[in-house]
DNA sequence: ATTAATTCGCAAATGTCTTGCATATTGTAT
DNA sequence: ATACAATATGCAAGACATTTGCGAATTAAT
């Protein structure tokens, strides 16, 4: 658990609590895939909360700034956003349909300290991310 | 080598070779960095060739297209470029200056067969970046 | 109910990247 | 050297994600 990304830990740091702010949160918490401004301004209006795009992309600054939020970038068109409470993991994304899928296995511990520290080059992130296609592309075709 | 980014294989495949073509492939092949469009362009500029960016532009989707580039989103602003030819690494960006180093180690090849063959997944590329601070950066603090 | 801090909506601006179209350049055939 | 077809280029216009200014609305505490 890396923040705790709740309304109650938003309400102890003294954030205010908006209607924006609690459905965001209620979204990231139960999302199984990152997510982008677009997709939450929709999602929004679709639950009848219609709220104005620059608030949403004022949302995701504002819980990104306080360590809720994580930026992903999984294509140069957009920035995707997940919780930072999510376990450690990378993503497999196919090129054909779309889909996420994380991977929680983690392949670069051994990668990191052995060429890394020989670089002097101290890691604060990483980014890995597979791109090709998944099972179900793969049977279509 | 992937595809080997020179002229004579420009001119062997057919296409034409302009001035700006021959020094793109140029900078592509001496860059120790990936290459963005406003990189390009400010530095054809020094050298005296005046180019729109839509040139610019339209010559990085051309050698992506003919497999000579390939796309590194490094950033979420703007997209970088870098010769296939090159030997299979991976980046070290600071976030401090920065600098773009490579690790030119690879992830455990095992692991990605063992993981990502349970799951059905078709690997077709992958993304690895590390973010943090580099050894000079490291020193100044 | 007051009030201070924060958030929201709206319009305008940024910056990257793309497209349409007319003109210029390149490589090749004559 | 000339003519031609294919391709590349410049310029203006657009598409879009994301940011910013600012006044109005909302939140939470007094
Ligand atoms: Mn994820
Ligand atoms: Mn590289
Ligand atoms: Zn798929
Ligand atoms: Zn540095």
Redesign the interface.
């Known amino acids: 658990m890396n923040s705790d990304l709740t309304l109650s830990s938003l309400r102890d740091k003294g954030h205010k609590i908006t209607n924006v702010r609690k459905e965001v949160v209620g979204m990231f918490s139960q999302a199984d895939k990152p997510l982008t401004a677009q997709e939450l301004h929709k999602a929004l209006k679709t639950i009848g909360l219609s709220v104005n795009k620059t608030t949403v992309y004022r949302e995701l600054q504002f819980l990104t700034d306080q360590g809720y939020l994580v ?1 992903v ?1 999984l ?2 068109k957009e ?1 995707s956003y997940e919780s930072t409470d999510l376990m450690h993991h990378h993503h ?1 994304i ?2 054909t349909c779309g889909k996420i ?1 994380n ?1 929680t ?1 983690c ?2 511990k ?3 300290e ?3 520290k020989k ?17 179900d592309c ?1 049977k279509k075709s």
Do not use: M, Q, W
Not at 121 to 134: D, V
């Open positions: 930026e970038h294509n140069p920035t497999l196919c090129e899928d991977v296995n392949l670069a051994e990668l990191e052995d060429v890394l670089k002097g080059f101290e890691i604060a992130r990483r980014s890995l991310e597979f791109y090709g296609t998944c099972a793969s």
